[in-house]
């Protein structure tokens, strides 16, 4: 079925004819109609304020207008110039140094503090388990080795 819009237009134009047409005025509302109603005067008046033109040699006009289109387009391509080699090259030395400052700018660093700190004991509870701690020189961090205590859950929070 076809949009409101183009039976609209249709059903003033007219051509909208039979079990369509009826179909149509039955989704409009009194409004609409009335409206409908003041089309023809309206179309009449449209083609009385309007006046023909009349072009004295069509053929020509239409010729010349043709040539100025093919001109343009041949004009078009003669001014395209392809991209130039050094260029190109340019713009690749210029998007890596811009790759460069950003990778330096947003990359961490070391502040030069010592920011680690030292276990100093690891001390269970129970007799069966035991526990080491050793220090990772240069990495600031520490490795604390469990033995004896089984599965601790990801959950589990050891103190």
């Not at 949009?3 to 005025?25: C, T």
């Amino acid at each position: 079925m076809k949009n409101f819009e183009s039976q609209y237009n249709r059903w003033l134009d007219g051509s909208l004819q039979g079990p369509e047409r009826e179909a149509f005025e039955a989704m409009l509302d009194a409004e609409e109609r009335s409206a409908a109603k003041e089309w023809p005067a309206v179309q009449s008046a449209l083609k009385e304020a309007t006046d023909e033109i009349r072009v004295p040699h069509p053929d020509f006009l239409n010729s010349q207008v043709l040539e100025s289109i093919a001109r343009a387009g041949r004009a078009d391509l003669a001014t395209r110039q392809p991209i130039r080699l050094g260029w190109l090259v340019w713009a690749g030395a210029v998007c890596l140094a811009l790759a460069a400052a950003l990778t330096a700018a947003f990359l961490p660093r070391d502040l030069g503090g010592n920011y680690s700190t030292t276990v100093v004991s690891a001390w269970t509870p129970g007799p069966g388990i035991s526990a080491e701690a050793f220090s990772v020189p240069g990495d600031r961090s520490a490795v604390i080795w469990i033995d004896g205590a089984g599965y601790i859950p990801a959950k589990e929070k050891v103190q």
